[in-house]
Every structure is written in structure tokens, then in C-alpha cells.
């Protein structure tokens, strides 16, 4: 407990950046309309894929006999992987709503 508290300690600052971070993206994801909010939704998502690359590259750098990171690492790419793909198909749907009808 106390090596949590000495790493607060010394990153003081990036730890208000945090808190600060939390209170402007609730203040700013409360104001947002409904009719925004699943476009949105599905842009963020496609834009998951930062998250993919992410957990590749560290999969990569990781020690060989490390299973559980190894483990962890795989479960984000899966979840990251679904989350892009989420996005695309709620995206294609939002958008075959506005096209003619033959």
C-alpha cells in the first residue's frame, strides 16, 4: 500500500490530470444530445483500433514465459477487435438509414 501511495507522491500532477479528465468528459459526455450520442458511439469505437495496435505491441515486447500477461493481452485485442467492428456495422446501419430506397 504504501509503494501506491509514493507513486502518487510523485506523480502528483499527472494524478489531477486524471481527476480533472474524468469531471470534463462526464460534464461533456451529459451534455450531448440523444440523437448524437450512438453516432458517436460508433466513431469511438472504430476508433478503438489505437487500442488494438496497442496490445499487439506490447504482446510483442513481453517476456515469452509471462502467460497471464500474455493472457490479458489477447483478451484486448478479442474485446478491441469486437469494439471496431461494432462500430463499422452500427456506422453502416446509421448510414443506410439516409440512402433512397429503390
Known amino acids: 500500500m504504501n509503494a501506491f501511495f509514493d507513486?502518487?507522491?510523485?506523480?502528483?500532477?499527472?494524478t489531477y490530470v486524471v481527476?480533472?479528465?474524468i469531471f470534463v468528459g462526464i460534464e461533456l459526455i451529459s451534455h450531448v444530445p440523444a440523437v448524437l450520442?450512438?453516432?458517436l458511439m460508433s466513431g469511438a469505437n472504430a476508433i478503438h483500433g489505437v487500442v488494438i495496435i496497442g496490445a499487439i505491441l506490447v504482446m510483442l515486447h513481453m517476456d515469452p514465459q509471462n502467460y497471464a500477461g500474455l493472457a490479458i493481452g489477447f483478451v484486448a485485442v478479442v474485446l478491441g477487435t469486437l469494439n471496431v467492428v461494432g462500430g463499422f456495422v452500427v456506422t453502416n446501419r446509421m448510414l443506410e438509414m439516409f440512402k433512397t430506397r429503390k
Not at 507513486?7 to 499527472?14: R, T, V
Open 19 to 21: 481527476i480533472l479528465m
Open 37 to 39: 450520442h450512438t453516432p
Open 7 to 14: 507513486f502518487i507522491n510523485q506523480n502528483i500532477e499527472m
